[in-house]
């Protein structure tokens, strides 16, 4: 199914950005990239908050950020109502954020997950989605 994906890194993140943007791409998604656009040196705030507010706002489905640790951008996006950003490892962590989380936004680590597997848990993060039930309770009593 295609989806519309907001995407950001910082400089540590953005070779790995690259690459999944052109896998997304030829998987059919439609991507916007709110940067950075090159591996010199950045604040991964300046680009974590965009993707979080374009998702927030819904002009996105989703978003994806990276940075070296994912702790970073992570940390930023969560400060936006409605964001429920996961920091995600592997594919069974990344189906879990959506079906128990309902986690809109995915964020990797660029400096601990090899490509392969960083293509892997973004595919199950868009192939999986919210199971609601028993689930959806929890989720609404995340924002205060």
């Known amino acids: 199914m295609m989806q519309t994906i ?7 993140g953005f ?3 690259e690459k999944l943007k052109k896998w997304l791409e030829s998987s059919g998604h439609r991507v916007h990239d709110y940067g950075t656009y090159s591996e ?16 927030e706002r819904k002009e996105f489905d989703l978003g994806l950020l ?5 702790n970073g951008v992570a ?3 969560n400060k936006h109502a409605g964001i429920r950003a996961a920091i995600c490892w592997n594919e069974d962590l990344a189906a879990l954020a959506r079906e128990h989380n309902d986690a809109n936004i995915l964020c990797l680590s660029a400096r601990f997950i090899p490509y392969e597997e960083a293509e892997r848990i ?7 989605s919210f199971e609601g039930g028993r689930h ?6 995340i924002g205060c």
């Open 6 to 12: 907001a995407i950001g890194a910082d400089h540590a």
């Open 136 to 141: 959806a309770r929890r989720v609404d009593k």
């Open 66 to 70: 990276v940075c070296g640790s994912g």
């Open 122 to 128: 973004l595919d199950r993060f868009l192939s999986s």
């Open 15 to 17: 070779s790995l950005k």
């Open 40 to 55: 010199e040196s950045v604040d991964y705030p300046d680009f974590a908050h965009p993707v979080a507010a374009a998702v």
């Open 75 to 77: 940390m930023a996006a």
